[in-house]
């Protein structure tokens, strides 16, 4: 049989009806799959070699096509961009290098009419050192109440010259930086968790509240569909800022309860922030970026009074192995049942190596990795997790270029590169830049169709042929392998929302479910297995042989099954 056999083709294009029936589905999110755009790397509409508002507009018929439901949008605010963006200068402007706020307007309104969701980031964690705020708080000196805003200590030691605690920055250093004080002479230190150029807010001042809930409203007026919330984990901090005591601070996030991430305050915020968000029609979501220990602690973010989704960060980082995937799955479905919220489940992002990357490594590498690894492995590792994902229940995100099967670049000259971390030794890996090299559109052109004016990271030669117009009418490429998957998910009612999935006895090394009656496999293992045919293929990610009513499952590969 063919590798893409699907009982519903990929649509090509959407009826007014079809747009009005998604504008209306109630609890649209819980089972959405969002399509992250990074808006440096998706299209560039002049030429200059960076991506744009009006490159994404013109390429949204091409999201609406491939069958997402919401279109999440990386910031394009006003910012100097010493990470990317998320550095905000002015919440309620957007950077010239994007466009303007008429760009954002048309752009929201021109993606509602293709039955299209736009979410955007917030950042409310920081600011960018930029921000009238904080350049306020540094020209006004000690003890002025602008600088009660961020957090501002005096220094220890004889002369102050020592951090105020021993907090280490995510990026690498302490998470303290002196500033000079207006006379000239070396004052009080400041917080970032980040970046130097990005200080932390502090939300123990209601200004700080006050400014975000305005903020929330200026965009929800503009007509988004909701938000992502950078570092939702983030925000409030321990009383006292107390010293951690450990100067390996980065190895323990993501295992335990920072003073500074996952403050039990945060939860206090959002309620508040939900109360806004309900007042508004059309179903408005918050998204939350939170780091947490455990899946458990991730679903205090979604209660019912506080976020919608929150990322399934644990499942990004499982490796490629049945028993590993079907641990963290069924602890997430328990973890979200009594909170009533969806599970989400996300395979790359603009933050991490490309999933065909990562899984043409061996496990255990991070994921951070600059090494190729063994490419054919990787992409049919990659479109196997993929349909694992899109069956299981919930909500399901796809980062740009990950349907074309896009490695990651990981031979970047170090002279292009641009993470902020990298150039900050003791850091993350700074090798986030391999993941935002923008995609290709066509074979053939400067910068393969993303724009006339080359791209802002060198693009790999060969990137052409794996571009939306060399995989689109493939029945064997990755491109229409997604654009199949979505079809068949929105076409088949077992798919999509729900709570829970019932195992299937397996080989080891596979993974089998039932949701109604549509069956998943998936093997993970480098042999093929038999498994029984459970009914008619929908779809599967490689070449499945049907006999005797038994299938024979390449490695590697995951098949859809109805019994309808």
Known sequence: MSQQHSAAPAPTSTTDAAVATVARRRDWWRDAVIYQVYPRSFADSNGDGMGDLEGIRSRLPYLRDLGVDAVWLSPFYASPQADAGYDVADYRAVDPMFGTLLDADALIRDARGLGLRIIVDLVPNHSSD??????????????SPSRDRYHFRPGKGANGELPPNDWESIFGGPAWTRVTEP????????????????????????????????????????????????????????????????????????NDVMPFFDQDGVHDIYRQWRLILDEYSGERIFVAEAWTPTVERTANYVRPDELHQAFNFQ??????????????????????????????????NHDVTRHATRFANPAGLGTQIRL?????????????????????????????GEELGLPDVVDLPDEVRQDPAYFRGAGQDGFRDGCRVPIPWTR????????DGG????????????????????????LELYRSALAVRRDQADLGAGDAVEWLRAPEGVLAFRRGEFVCVANTTGESVTTPSYGRVLLASGEVEETAGEAKVPADTTVWWTRG
Do not use: C
């Open 455 to 478: 791209s802002w990271l060198p693009q790999p030669a060969g990137w052409g042929e794996l571009s939306i117009e060399a995989q689109t009418g493939d029945p064997d490429s990755t």
């Open 444 to 451: 053939e052109g400067s910068s393969y169709g993303f724009g």
């Open 372 to 400: 190729a690894g063994d490419r054919e492995l990787g992409l049919r590792r990659a479109r196997a997790a993929t349909l694992l994902m899109l069956a299981l229940p919930g909500s399901a995100y796809v980062y740009q």
């Open 315 to 348: 499942y990004l980082g499982t490796h490629w192995d049945a028993e590993e995937l079907r641990t963290v799955i069924d602890r997430t479905l328990d973890a979200m049942r009594p909170v009533g919220a969806p599970a989400t489940w996300v395979l790359s």
């Open 183 to 254: 006379d000239g002479t070396p004052g009080e230190w400041y917080l970032h968790l980040f970046a130097p150029e990005q200080p932390d807010f502090n939300w123990e001042h209601p200004a700080v509240g006050d400014e975000f809930r305005s903020i929330l409203r200026f965009w929800l007026d503009m007509g988004v569909d909701g938000f992502r919330i950078d570092v939702a984990h983030g925000m409030v901090k321990a009383e006292g800022l107390p010293d951690l005591g450990n100067h390996e601070q980065l190895k323990l996030l993501g």
């Open 130 to 143: 930029q921000h009238e705020w904080f350049k306020r708080a540094l020209a006004e000196g000690p003890g």
